[in-house]
């Protein structure tokens, strides 16, 4: 089965938090602050595994999440980070954020790799807090969240040659001739469901990728028939080889086939129009092929394309097809770029936003350095309370507060929780 979509949840993760310890040790009178600091999170990373086809694992598990972080200990020993969690994809995979529709980031070369979440950092100790003043300080600072994201994955074929036609016109029996491949060959539509990919020896030191990608039908631009998982593979493709079946065996004008398909490359996107393509007139085995295969010739070539016969189920014509795919390859750059089009994308800031607002009479304050703040603190220690308000005056919250009007004894609710006001 050959899956080229998927849509997954990637969760990164939480920092560990850090440890309220003191030291009492015999001989040691004075003791003080001796939390350690906790583990950051792990991240999640992507890789390119040259042996993955598919995107076959991730049909089944959709929610992917790091190992949080160890908190700290005690005697300042730091908590473990989390393990990485790394997700094997194939080469040719495109990821996409949900949200935006944006490219965040094309795979194409070998063993590449990209941390697509990172993981929260861990928090500090109460031995980080200890100043002059403060020396005993009963509080630490929490564990920050991994980043999440969701994504989507399409897997874009790594070929040099695509072969198009209508359904039916001996894609896969032409693949299984050039190459050592063996696609599924039977006598009606859509036998290829999935691209079959064969490596074309031409000489030493000469191959090619060919793919059989899945038969076109009118409408495929819209996704019709296999439409756009069709039309998805043949971006990749350096060179177009265009299969028609000259023989007009189904009915059907072997000039029509060829307007059709390339008009639905096009309606997908203008540019497929302008790959370059090679014209192959199949079943030259069949008593009606003569007539078809001279309509091709004479108006085609005129239209600057390069008309070729073969019968692919006899062999005739095949290893001449190779060495001219050959020779036009040379002459083309290899790019592999896709067509999707660019959207810049960005993680979210790492910026400390804070949202103050009154709503409905209330004052609320969020965000989630607050959310932070709030979970470290120990609101029963002096020490700990003292640094929460310190911070607040610090990150202009109280000077938002006043320019709402919030007035004494009147309620905060921060992060859930309820505060009443004082200076």
Known sequence: MFIDIAKIRLKAGKGGDGAVAFRREKYEPSGGPYGGDGGDGGSIIFQVDQGLKTLMDFKYK???????????????????????????????????DVKTGGVI???????????????????????????????????????????????????????????????NVGKSTLLSMMSAAKPKI?????????????????????????????????????????????????????LIVHIIDASGIEGRNPLDDFYKINEELKKYNPRLSTKPQIVVANKKDIDTWNEGYKILKE?????????????????????????????????????????????????????????????????????????????????????????????????GIVEKLKNLGIEENDTVYICGFEFEFFE
């Open 62 to 96: 959709r929610v992917y999440k790091a190992e949080d972080g160890e908190n700290g200990k005690t005697k300042k020993q730091y908590g473990k980070n989390g393990k990485d969690l790394i997700l094997r994809i194939p080469p040719g995979t495109v990821v996409k």
């Open 105 to 167: 980031i094309d795979f194409k070369d070998k063993d590449e790799s990209f941390v697509i979440a990172r993981g929260g950092r861990g928090g500090k100790g109460n031995a980080k807090f200890a100043t002059s003043t403060r020396q005993a300080p009963r509080f630490s600072e929490a564990g920050e969240k991994g980043e999440e994201i969701e994504v989507i994955l399409e897997l874009k074929l790594l070929a040099d040659v695509g072969l198009v036609g209508f359904p």
């Open 186 to 238: 039977a006598n009606y539509h859509f036998t290829t469901l999935k691209p079959n990919l064969g490596v074309v020896r031409v000489d030493e030191g000469k191959s090619f990728v060919i793919a059989d990608i899945p038969g076109l039908i009118e409408g495929a631009h819209e996704g019709a028939g296999l439409g756009h998982e069709f039309l998805r593979h043949v971006e990749r493709t350096r």
């Open 299 to 395: 108006k085609l070539e005129k239209e600057g394309y390069m008309v070729f016969p073969i019968s692919a189920a006899t062999g005739e014509g095949v290893d001449k097809l190779k060495y001219i795919i050959w020779e036009e390859l040379s002459k083309i750059e290899a790019d592999y770029e896709t067509f999707d089009e660019v959207v810049e994308f960005k993680k979210k800031e790492e910026k400390e936003e804070i949202i103050v607002k009154l709503e409905e009479g209330k004052f609320i304050v969020e965000g989630a350095f607050i959310e932070k703040l709030v979970y470290s603190t120990n609101f029963d220690d002096l020490d700990s309370l003292r640094y929460f308000q310190n911070i607040l005056i610090k990150k």
